[in-house]
C-alpha cells in the first residue's frame, strides 16, 4: 500500500510538525512535578479555548469516553430528557441516555438538516420537568452545524442542564461555553486542534457537579468517572488514574498554537477553508451534503455522491491513485467529506482535497469539471488574502 501524502480526513487530522515533536516529549512519572505543572497549565489553555470559568477535566480516552461518562454521570433513572438527533453521533446518545435509565425524548431531522432552536423551546415549555438537553454541535459525519449558542440559551433560562458534543468543533467554529449557559462539553483534541486522538477535554459546571454529586446512579470508583477525578484531582492532587503524559504534551503544545494563533483567528481561518471547499464542490457540478450552506459546518465538507457510485470506493481510489485521504459518511448516508480541520484548514489543503476527489470522480465515470472546481476554490482563497 502506497504511503499517504495529505491526511485530509474529518479527525483525527494531520497534526503539525510542532505537536508532532511535542508528542515526542519524554515519558516521565506521572507525579513529577514538572508534569503536574504541565498538566494544570493544560487545564487553563483548555478553559480558554472553552471560554469558561468552570473546571475542566481531561480524561484520558478518546473523546468517545467523555461524552459516556458525561451522559452516565448526568443521568438519573427516569430523568426526562431531551435528545436532539439530526446525525449519527446525536442518535448514539440517544442509545445511551435509554441505557442509563432516562425517560427519553427526542427530536429527530434527517440527516442533512439541523435542529430548530425553537422546537427546543416548544418542548421545553411543554415539558417544564425536563431536566436535560443533550445536543451535538457539529455533526461531523453529515458536516452539519447546530445553533448550540440559542439551545444553550433556551436551556439555561429554564434551568436545563445541557450536554454537548463539540467533539469537532472547537477552535473551527465559534464556541462559547459561560456565554451560551452550557453545562457539560466534550472536546477531542483530534479534530480542530490538531492534536492527539487519546483525550477528552470536558467543561464541567458547578451545576453539573451538584447534579453528578446527588446521583447514586453517577460512576465512582470508575474509569468513567467524573467525580473521581474531581474528589482525587481536585480535592488531593491524585489521578484516578495514570494519563498519557505524552498525549497530555500533544495537547498543551496544540493549545499553545491556536491561543497564540487567537482563538478567533482560528476559527476564521477554518470559515475560508470551509467557503473556498464549498465554492468549488459547487463549481465542479457536485452538491454539498447539507440542505443549506447556512448550516454547513466549517471544519469538514460533506459532499454527496453522485447516483450510481459509492463513497468507499471513490476513498480508496483517491488514497491509492492520488495519495489523498478522505473520509467517508460514517452511516450518515451515501457521502464523501473533506476534513479542514486544524493544520489542514490552510492554504491549499482544500483545493488538494476537491482535486483527489473531483479527479477520482472523473476517473470513476462521473461528469465533473474538477478545473472549474478548483479554479473557484482559488478564486475564493485569492479574494480572501487580497483582502487581508
Ligand atoms: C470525532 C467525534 C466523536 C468521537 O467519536 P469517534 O467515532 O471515536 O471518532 C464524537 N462526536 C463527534 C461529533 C465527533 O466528530
Known amino acids: 500500500m502506497r504511503e499517504v501524502d495529505f491526511t485530509l480526513s474529518a479527525g483525527p487530522t494531520a497534526a503539525s510538525a510542532r505537536t508532532l515533536a511535542a508528542l515526542g516529549s519524554p515519558i516521565t512519572y506521572h507525579y513529577d512535578p514538572e508534569f503536574l505543572d504541565a498538566f494544570r497549565r493544560t487545564e487553563r489553555k483548555v478553559a ?3 471560554r469558561t470559568e468552570s473546571s475542566v477535566v481531561m480524561m484520558q480516552g478518546e473523546a468517545v469516553l467523555g461524552l459516556e461518562a458525561a451522559a452516565r454521570g448526568l443521568v438519573r433513572p427516569g430523568d426526562k430528557v431531551l435528545n436532539l438527533v439530526s446525525g449519527v453521533f446525536g442518535k448514539g446518545m440517544g442509545m445511551w ?6 425517560d427519553l425524548h427526542e427530536i429527530e431531522v434527517p440527516y442533512d438538516d439541523v435542529i430548530d432552536p425553537g ?3 416548544r418542548f421545553l415549555e411543554s415539558n417544564p420537568d425536563t431536566t436535560m438537553v443533550a445536543v ?5 459525519p453529515s458536516g452539519t452545524a447546530t445553533d448550540v449558542a440559542s439551545i444553550g440559551r433556551i436551556a439555561a433560562a429554564r434551568g436545563v442542564l445541557t450536554l454537548v458534543d463539540c467533539v469537532s468543533s472547537v477552535g473551527g467554529m465559534a464556541f462559547e461555553v459561560d456565554e451560551w449557559g452550557l453545562d457539560v462539553c466534550v472536546l477531542g483534541p483530534q479534530k480542530c486542534l490538531g492534536g492527539p486522538p487519546g483525550m477528552s477535554l470536558m467543561s464541567v459546571s458547578e451545576r453539573a457537579w451538584e447534579v453528578m454529586e446527588k446521583n447514586p446512579q453517577a460512576p465512582r470508583g470508575s474509569f468513567l468517572s467524573l467525580l473521581d477525578w474531581k474528589r482525587t484531582w481536585f480535592g488531593e492532587g ?5 494519563p498519557s503524559v505524552v498525549d497530555v504534551h500533544g495537547v498543551e503544545s496544540v493549545c499553545d498554537q491556536i491561543l497564540e494563533e487567537g482563538v478567533d483567528a482560528s476559527i476564521a481561518r477554518h470559515a475560508a477553508a470551509a467557503s473556498a471547499c464549498r465554492a468549488g464542490v459547487a463549481a465542479m457540478g457536485l452538491r454539498i451534503w447539507p440542505r443549506s450552506e447556512a448550516i454547513a459546518a466549517n471544519c469538514v465538507t460533506s459532499i454527496a455522491v453522485p447516483d450510481g457510485l ?3 470506493r471513490i476513498r480508496s481510489h483517491a488514497r491509492e491513485r492520488y495519495g489523498v485521504m478522505l473520509s467517508g459518511g460514517q452511516g450518515a448516508g451515501n457521502l464523501v467529506r473533506i476534513g479542514h480541520m486544524g493544520p489542514t484548514a490552510n492554504g491549499l489543503h482544500p483545493v488538494v ?10 476517473d470513476m465515470g462521473a461528469h465533473v469539471d474538477v478545473g472549474a472546481g478548483v479554479e473557484a476554490a482559488l478564486a475564493s482563497i485569492a479574494a480572501r488574502s487580497g483582502a487581508s
Not at 136 to 140: D, P, Q, R
Not at 238 to 242: A, E, G, K, S, Y
Open 136 to 140: 451535538v454541535h457539529c455533526e461531523t
Open 97 to 102: 441516555l435509554t441505557d442509563f435509565g432516562a
Open 310 to 312: 459509492d463513497h468507499d
Open 48 to 50: 480558554s479555548i472553552f
Open 238 to 242: 491524585r489521578f484516578p488514574f495514570t
Open 119 to 121: 422546537d427546543v423551546e
Open 353 to 362: 482535497g476537491l482535486l483527489a476527489l473531483g479527479r477520482s470522480l472523473l
